[in-house]
């Protein structure tokens, strides 16, 4: 029998390195698809349809791709609207043309949720965007009901303050706060009250297998949205504080006001993940940031850099 092969935009991401690593541990093909080098596809998601003759084995799609933080979005706004919509428009209608009619799965985000009166938030929370990029996902995600209205098998994912690589952008508020900790550098939090839900890449992987798994048989009812979330609130305080735990001496915090383009309390509900897929957040944060901390103290080591301090821009999430 022949293997799945399965496209996977934004391959050279945070999260599409871990997905296609594990997809090829089990024994599934990976066309990569990225403008970072590693790809098989080095291609503007934009620019899907013309290399659609590449692409006629493909069962499945796991759509990554995107202008994927909220402070890109506001610093570019048609680029971040014209990436995340039309991108997804593409990645839809080649979607519909190929053979096989392969299944989508848009990664979207937490975000589209904005800031909740009620937490834990459901996924059938009303949809508050408050910013540029959240607002770009909101309507990627009309485009994916459309999609299914007309027949095509697709859903949605959402990730939540997703993190554990030293690949990182190293101004995301958690590879940050490890490097800061990792170089006895200064912590820098916008806003020590706010409140996000932090996911290991790991356990985000695995959960997007369980979701492949659904939405690849044919004979199973295509699920709703659905976040992988911890349900675990942490503060961006109670962040700082591991970072001073686990960071070298001379580690340090600087407290500056929170942004105002920010989603500032967050923590979702998983038990519609638990209760469809059997799955669960199984790294606790103090684990997967301790180790986040000693894969970057380990990257300084082997290239024989000192120590010191380091300022860090705003971090996102």
């Known amino acids: 029998m022949p293997r799945d092969t399965i496209l996977v935009t934004g391959s050279a991401g945070l999260i599409g390195s871990a997905l296609s690593s594990a997809l090829l541990r089990g024994d599934v093909s990976v066309i990569g698809l990225d403008l970072r080098a590693g790809a098989q596809l080095r291609l503007d998601v934009r620019e899907l349809s013309s290399r659609i003759s590449e692409l006629n084995d493909v069962s499945g799609i796991v759509h990554l791709a995107a202008v994927s933080r909220v402070i890109h979005g506001e610093q570019n706004p048609a680029l971040c609207r014209s990436v995340n919509i039309e991108g997804t428009r593409a990645v839809l209608e080649v979607a519909a043309r190929l053979p096989l009619r392969p299944w989508v799965i848009l990664a979207s985000s937490r975000e589209v949720y904005g800031e909740q009166r009620e937490l834990p938030v459901r996924e059938d929370a ?21 999609a299914r209205a007309e027949g095509l098998r697709a859903c949605i994912v959402r990730f939540s303050s997703v993190y554990g690589s030293v690949h990182d952008y190293p ?8 490097i800061a900790a990792a170089r ?3 912590v820098r939090v916008d806003g020590a009250n706010g409140i996000l839900d932090f996911t290991h890449v790991s356990d985000v992987a695995t959960g997007l297998l369980c979701l492949i798994s659904v939405v690849g048989a044919r004979d199973l009812e295509l699920p709703p949205p659905i976040h992988f979330v911890s349900g675990i609130p942490t503060s961006l305080g109670r962040l700082a504080d591991l970072a001073l735990e686990f960071g070298l001496p001379g580690t340090s915090v600087i407290s500056a006001e929170p942004r105002d383009f920010d989603v500032h309390h967050f923590h979702g509900d998983p038990s519609f993940a638990t ?13 997967g940031f301790r180790r986040l901390v000693d894969d970057f103290k380990n990257g300084l ?11 860090l821009p705003h971090a996102d999430f």
């Open 126 to 146: 009303k949809l508050q965007p408050v910013n540029v990029y959240a607002r770009s996902k909101v309507q990627a995600e009309q485009s994916v009901w459309q």
């Open 171 to 178: 101004d995301r508020v958690v590879p940050a706060f490890a």
């Open 184 to 186: 006895g550098g200064k």
């Open 275 to 287: 209760e469809l897929l059997e799955w669960k957040a199984t790294t606790e944060l103090r684990v």
């Open 301 to 311: 080591a082997c290239s024989g850099e000192t120590p010191k301090l380091f300022a």
